[in-house]
């Protein structure tokens, strides 16, 4: 494979192409579970608590949005300066009796789609919109926007200053959502890929050990898979997530069996052993750094672990074409 030099020293290359989901839109649910009991579906103990916070959560949400920012007249004898509820409930498409229950903290069925309407009414930024979620106790809906786009230029900075050593900002899936021109001229193959595949657990999994420059896959896999099965813990429900997991499973026979295992683990710092025939072994060291304010999202440098790799990693920035096997599948 041969890559074409970059033009920019240090210049950030971020994934703008990411596709956008459809929005549906929202319709209502059934408004109490037959023979539900406070607390039952929420979590015992702490459930009241969390009803308690989401209907105080909703009733200020409410009262900063004026009928006149949602296009209402404001109507005779307006007591309250906000939406009333019957107001909110029209607005997303939801019964009058369903969304009193939920802002008056009763235990009622809460689905993602509908819960959403009730956040884009609201007028919900993104961290206001994953605090209702959690309140509500409803895994949050898989991202459906560009996540590099939102990435504040501070980070764009700090990304492009750490060259030479590649790093790259993904998300909790590893989807490859930013990189420098280092990372781009030691793994040339991942950020040539599409959006939907650009990810490197896939990247890992998925390539022929011939043309994988990753060669120490067998000792990292395990580790890999439980660090997944960690953070996907944490997105249950969402169904990018369900999904990739289960087409790696069909595609990766190793994949498979690892996840089989249940077994989980922590983020943590890594080792991983590149090759490339015209360059030898790269020994890095990876370090993740999780960004403040965007939940998932991290910085992951790689780091030469002595003076051979850091020579021969800038021998390969000089020379991209090198970063290739001598055949293609």
Known sequence: MTTTPPTMPGAVRPDTAASRGRRHAATP??????????????????????????ASF??????????????????????????????VAQLAGVGVTWYTWLEQGRPINVSGQVLGAVA????????ERAHLFRLADVPPPASTGDESAEMPSDVLEILAALDPLPAAVTNARSDLLCWNDAYAALLPMIVAL???????????????????????????????VAVLRYRYSQHLGEPGWHAFVRRLSEVSDLFARLWATQNVSPPRPCAKLYHYPAVGDLDMRITHLDLTGHHGIRLSVNTPADEVTRTRLAWLRAHPEAASFDHVH
Request: net charge positive.
């Open 29 to 54: 649910t059934s408004a109490l579970r037959d023979g539900a009991t406070p607390g039952a579906a929420e979590g015992g103990r702490s459930a009241p608590d969390r009803r308690g916070e989401l």
């Open 58 to 87: 909703l009733r200020s949400r409410r009262g900063r949005i004026t009928p006149h920012d949602v296009g209402m007249p404001p109507g005779p004898r307006r007591r309250t300066p906000g939406l009333r509820r019957e107001e």
């Open 120 to 127: 884009r009414t609201l007028r919900l930024d993104a961290a």
């Open 194 to 224: 599409p959006p939907e595949r650009r990810n490197s657990i896939w990247f890992a999994f998925t390539t022929p050990t011939c043309c994988n420059p990753l060669r120490n896959l067998e000792e990292q896999a395990a580790e890999q």
